[in-house]
């Protein structure tokens, strides 16, 4: 396993971007500027963004019908979040390495990603051209982490260390985002295209195997869980 990548943020804000492999690119976040401001770059140096997503779900569906090399992707996104869009990515267009956009450096929540197949994992507050540097290892198939991320976090993911597994399959954990984002169970059965019994048996299902029992209680954890955003 290649070791991961980390780099130093004082060196990368004078050094300049490297040159990039021939390299097709998703790009998924709900932020126009952001998406329009990361595009401009990568473009730059020889990046072809091949699709732009403004949700998860739209993310999956273009990764399916393009196939790119990378995907860069939001932690925090509408209707399906940053790791279930990895994990479904995996599954849909295998051949392509997803490199994680996020604000999070908390240990669980970094191992997690590296355990769903993160092969990236870059902080909102590097500096813009670090995701230069990101997308060229990752696309040459080697690991990128940034540098908040502690060498803890690092070794014991080299080290295979596990975490408890998520006790909800990745359709629970769709309903679950959309119920704690305010849908009512009949649109969540429309978004999904499901009956509504079929999504208020997901709802029933979660809070069991959760041991909630309220809505307020769903979207406290869908925040622990980086979900959705307080």
């Known amino acids: 396993m290649p070791s991961p990548r980390t780099s130093r943020l004082e060196n990368r804000n004078t050094e300049p971007a ?3 492999v021939s390299c097709r690119l998703l790009l998924a976040d709900d932020h126009t500027l952001l998406r329009q401001g990361v595009k401009a770059l990568i473009e730059t140096y020889g990046v072809t963004v091949v ?5 998860g779900r739209e993310a999956v569906r273009m990764a399916e019908e393009m196939q790119p090399d990378v995907a860069v992707i939001d932690v925090m996104m509408p209707l399906l979040n940053g790791l279930d869009v990895v994990r479904e990515i ?3 267009s295998p051949g392509t390495k997803s490199l994680l956009l996020t ?3 908390d240990d669980a929540f970094v191992l997690e990603a590296l355990k769903v197949g993160v092969k990236g994992y870059l902080l909102k507050s590097q500096p813009v051209t670090d995701v230069v540097h990101a997308i060229r290892d990752v696309s040459k198939g080697s690991f990128y982490l940034s540098p908040g991320i502690s060498q803890t976090v690092i070794q014991a993911f080299l080290a295979k260390s596990d975490i408890p597994s998520d006790p909800l399959t990745t359709r629970e954990r769709e309903v679950l985002q959309l119920v ?8 969540v059965a429309g978004m999904l295209g499901v009956s509504v019994k079929t999504a208020e048996s997901h709802r029933h299902r979660i809070m069991d195997k959760l041991d909630l029992h309220d809505t307020a209680s769903l979207v406290r954890y869908s925040i622990r869980r980086r979900l959705i955003e307080p």
Request: charged content about 25%; cysteine-free.
């Open 51 to 55: 699709g732009e997503a403004g949700d």
């Open 18 to 20: 490297p040159s990039l």
């Open 103 to 105: 604000m999070h450096t």
């Open 90 to 92: 995996r599954r849909v």
């Open 180 to 187: 704690a984002q305010g849908m009512s169970t009949k649109k």
